[in-house]
């Protein structure tokens, strides 16, 4: 099956900071999401992005479907960001997300 | 838009026992939602694919007999776990597919419920 790895594992910031989280994955995909799954184990809708590049505030994605990897990039981070944060991929319409194992980003103040 | 709700949130029962746990699609029509389970500090791992009308699909290595699925109408999914025992202990996280109610978007993109937290003593 397709492989997803997300990097780094583990991300400290300092309350400001500006990051970059990277997904990669080992085939073609058409469906590709980034999740934020807070203390209460909620997964947050990011971004749906199978390709392009998109912005919602401080959050921006961009997906390079052709060399297989997604980037999210954080901006200005705050407490608040602090969390799990996931990629998923699928390979055909409506197929099921098969997930990387998550960068874990604490945000200090 | 595109909100999906769990019943219970956490629950925890006997070994032995069968536990329920509820999907549901509150603003759109999902014809196919997901179950995962996640252990702790893992990732989500996907468990079975449940279509409307139709029998789950369970991913190698999930009994079949053990987690039973029925997604009897396209706002609802159920997951029973029966004969618990304190393995089966883990966080149950459902998923419903659709599009985003209001501004349209994609029909692949999934959303996902609360999670259920269930512990078997």
């Known amino acids: 099956g397709i492989q997803v790895e997300q990097s780094p594992p583990d991300l400290i910031l300092q309350e400001g900071a500006n990051s970059t989280l990277r997904c990669n994955f080992s085939?073609?995909?058409?469906?590709l999401q980034w999740f934020h799954q807070n203390p209460w184990g909620q997964l947050i809708n990011l971004f749906y992005i199978p390709s392009g590049t998109k912005q919602n505030g401080r959050l921006s994605a961009t997906t390079v479907a052709t060399e297989r990897y997604s980037l999210l990039y954080i901006s200005s981070s705050q407490t608040t960001d602090s969390g799990v944060y996931f990629c998923?991929?699928?390979?055909?319409?409506?197929?099921?997300?098969?997930f990387g194992g998550g960068t874990r980003v604490l945000v200090k103040p | 838009g595109a909100v999906v709700s769990q019943h219970p949130s956490w629950v925890i029962c006997k070994s032995g026992t069968s536990v329920k746990i509820e999907c549901r699609s509150l603003d759109f029509q999902a014809t196919t939602m997901f179950w995962y389970r996640q252990f702790p500090k893992q990732s989500l791992m996907l468990m079975a694919t449940s279509n409307e009308g139709s029998k789950a699909t369970y991913e190698q290595g999930v009994e079949k007999d053990k987690f039973l699925i029925n997604h009897a109408s396209l706002t609802l999914s159920t997951l029973t776990v029966t004969s618990a025992h304190p393995e089966d202990s883990s966080f149950y996280i459902c998923?419903?597919?659709?599009?985003?109610?209001?501004?349209?978007?994609?029909?692949?993109?999934?959303?996902f419920g609360p999670g259920t937290r269930l512990t078997v003593l």
């Open positions: 085939d073609s995909v058409n469906n």
């Open positions: 998923a991929v699928a390979i055909a319409a409506g197929n099921k997300l098969t």
């Open positions: 998923s419903a597919r659709g599009r985003a109610s209001a501004s349209g978007g994609s029909y692949n993109e999934q959303f």
